[in-house]
């Protein structure tokens, strides 16, 4: 069994089908869900569950089902926020690249070499290639 890392954008377009473009895709990342383990960082609760989400019963019920399930393994990002926050306010104010704290703290997560992370779904891979490159994970 694999631990599968999920970014926000991929629960988006998998739960709401009628707005996101990219719910296609979603579909078959998912599918490497299904038999695996997901890692479930709060930060991703907390982008994923915005007010649009929450209007959402449908994709509400089906979240509850992964956040519930033994396979899921629900994050805490406390080690993780100063380090990710000093990242992100450095990249931005030095223009190097901008990414959100999310993505930071993602980042952060995916350094630490006491946690297992066998791949990375999201849309944005830019922001993550030389992270997922030095780690060895594999993305998309």
Known sequence: MKNILVDSGIWF?????RRDGK???ALKKADL???NSVILPWPIMYETFNTRFARNKLGLERMRSIIK????NIVDDSPYRDGALDEMLRAA???ARALSLVDCILRALMRDIN????AFLTFNEGDF???C????IPFG
């Open 93 to 95: 104010l030095e223009r």
């Open 13 to 17: 377009a998998l739960f709401d089908a």
């Open 133 to 136: 490159g030095a780690r060895s």
């Open 23 to 25: 719910h296609g895709e």
């Open 33 to 35: 869900m299904e038999n």
């Open 129 to 131: 290639v030389d992270i």
């Open 115 to 118: 946690v297992r992370v066998d």
């Open 69 to 72: 399930s033994p396979r899921t």
